[in-house]
């Protein structure tokens, strides 16, 4: 199954002229895959209706999932004794959709952001493929919370000197600073009276983010 992207690219792509067979060796995919992208002329992933197969069972399964008090295994046990050709993945999976057994989740919060106020940058690594051969490289982004706007690099390292060249090129992709920059997730970043320092101090999560008020480079 195609992604949104690669169907996008296939698209794009073949408004410039490409051929088929091009497009097919860049992105490696096959023709035919190219064809039916370009056939149908949407850049929408095709929904895969599949039969639910526990679904003619869901009144039994109510009823066992009382009756043994929660234990999906013991309702599982009493559907195939029951004649029910079901796994026990495919059970808890529609348990799973259908909210038997599972509180709904409650959001963790909300958060409200007016233009200007917040931007967010992380670091994380990832392999990617270049010329051929498979290498790790340490990704950086800076989004901003109210647009979402996202400028986004990636770095053989990241060290205090990329962080500065990263941020100071986030800031004239976007058109200046916000009030509030948060820093997560990065070895090389403390703040200390007001200015970008490198050191030792480790974020490991939103709640231990730094808070970046003025840039001085």
């Known amino acids: 199954m195609l992604s949104q992207a690669q169907r996008t690219t296939i698209l794009e792509l073949n408004a410039k002229g490409v051929t088929k067979r091009e497009i097919a060796r860049v992105l490696q ?3 035919q895959s190219v064809r039916k992208v370009l056939r149908s002329n949407s850049t929408n992933v095709p929904e895969i209706q599949r039969p639910e197969k526990a679904e003619p ?5 109510l009823e066992l999932f009382d009756q043994c008090k929660g234990n999906l295994v013991r309702v599982h046990e009493e559907l195939l004794a029951g004649g029910a050709e079901l ?6 999976a529609f ?7 599972h509180a709904p989740a409650a959001p963790a919060g ?8 917040e931007m967010q940058h992380d670091t994380s690594p990832h392999e990617l493929e270049l010329a051929g051969k498979k290498r790790k ?14 400028f ?7 060290r205090r000197f990329d962080c ?28 200390r009276r007001g200015a970008l320092w490198a050191g030792t101090r480790h974020g490991a999560g939103a709640g231990n983010g730094r808070f970046w008020r003025a840039l001085r480079l």
């Open 57 to 61: 069972h869901r009144q039994q399964i």
């Open 95 to 101: 348990c799973r959709r259908e909210g038997i057994g």
């Open 29 to 31: 995919l096959s023709r």
């Open 110 to 117: 909300r958060y409200d952001f007016a233009p200007g106020e």
């Open 164 to 191: 500065k060249v990263f941020l100071t090129d986030a800031l004239r992709y976007t058109g200046g600073a916000t009030t509030r920059v948060m820093i997560d997730n990065t070895h090389v970043v403390v703040l």
């Open 137 to 150: 490289v340490q990704t950086a982004s800076a989004v901003l919370c109210y647009s979402r706007m996202l």
């Open 152 to 158: 986004f690099q990636c770095y053989p390292n990241f």
């Open 87 to 92: 796994s026990y993945a495919a059970l808890t």
